[in-house]
């Protein structure tokens, strides 16, 4: 059995964003609770299927429908919740992408149709095997689609105000509010929040520099339609949104 040890991501600002990989306690207790619910969702589907339809039909819908209930449920949460299905979200843990950004749909998809031999022979014995000689804990699904479930950590706290003095924010959008509920993980929220803390000490153009490609990055992917706010202040904007500063 290898010991699991703390996975150290640089970002290509070279700013280190730690993930500690859960245990196998905790992942179980989230794969029991998950497992549970699911079930009751097919069982619940399968009830209805048996009174409506012919005895045949309702077994091949009931059939179909649980390993898409079954597989379904883990994607929906994993990619709408940041990576967190109701068990993990109890137990404080969340999957993410193997650089510790979000997880897509094709990973989740992957790790997830993977289950299936995870689970085999007996409730995970192939996925609890492999992951004890993992130093990140990861099952067979996760080595393959390159996912890693991490415990969540408590975020840090801002220091003032994080934004520049502008009466619009197009931030304020609910939609836009949406997408970054949707695409920016925890670590993300950290790292934003560091660099906004920490520009003060930067030289101007490294500053500038920064802030560019950061801004950048996420004016693409959160699709921020307005094209005369400037990088710094979307970075600004941004991380203040994350932080509770309306």
Known sequence: MIERAERVILTPEHVPIRLTPAGLGSRFIAVLIDFFVAVSIAMAVARIAQLVLPAGLATAVTTTTSFVIMTGYHIWFEVRS???????????????????????????????????????????????????????????????????????????????DLRLDRRFNVFATPALRRRIRQRVSLEEREFLLTLCLRAGRLTESARYDLMDQVGTYYRERLDVADPHLSNENLVRDLTAVLYGQE
Do not use: C, W
């Open 82 to 160: 940041q990576g967190r299905t109701l068990g993990k979200r109890m137990a404080g843990l969340r999957v993410v992408d193997g650089r510790g950004l979000p997880i897509t749909l094709e990973q989740s998809f992957v790790r997830n149709i993977v289950r299936v031999l995870d689970f085999a022979p007996l409730f995970y014995g192939i996925g609890g095997l492999v992951s004890l000689f993992d130093r990140d804990r990861r099952r067979l699904g996760d080595l393959l689609a390159d996912t890693l479930v991490v415990q969540e950590r408590t975020p840090l706290t801002p220091q003032g």
